[in-house]
Nanobody, 119 residues
Framework: QVQLVESGGGLVQAGGSLRLSCAVS????????MGWYRRAPGKQRDLVATITNAGSTGYADSVKGRFTISSDNSNKTMYLQMNIVKPEDTAVYYC?????????????WGQGTQVTVSS
């Protein structure tokens, strides 16, 4: 069974930086992709960034140039480096893993970590 555990959230001032981690346990294979999502208070969960097993990345327009997604396959950990954070980045951040071996693909989610940006 695959499990995802986020960490690194907290309170940060606007303009500051924070790094989130997503540790993956269980059996995972090469045919997957991972991503970060966030849910702000009263809003739906939105995509923040994605990364494939080949290292291709994608970002929401709102975080381009400020956030960087990366992964360390040897440690089975994914990261989200958040720079120049803004109050509108305040949300619960979730990581996910999409297992493309299954049809349809199966999505695993972490429990989320709170990020609060003060102005």
């Amino acid at each position: 069974q695959v499990q995802l555990v986020e960490s690194g959230g907290g309170l940060v001032q606007a303009g500051g930086s924070l790094r989130l981690s997503c540790a993956v346990s269980g059996n995972i294979f090469s045919n997957n992709a991972m991503g970060w999502y966030r849910r702000a208070p009263g809003k739906q969960r939105d995509l923040v960034a994605t990364i494939t097993n080949a290292g291709s990345t994608g970002y929401a327009d709102s975080v381009k140039g400020r956030f960087t997604i990366s992964s360390d396959n040897s440690n089975k950990t994914m990261y989200l480096q958040m720079n120049i954070v803004k109050p509108e980045d305040t949300a619960v951040y979730y990581c996910n893993l999409v297992d493309y071996r299954r049809i349809p693909p199966y999505v695993y989610w972490g429990q989320g970590t709170q990020v609060t940006v003060s102005s």
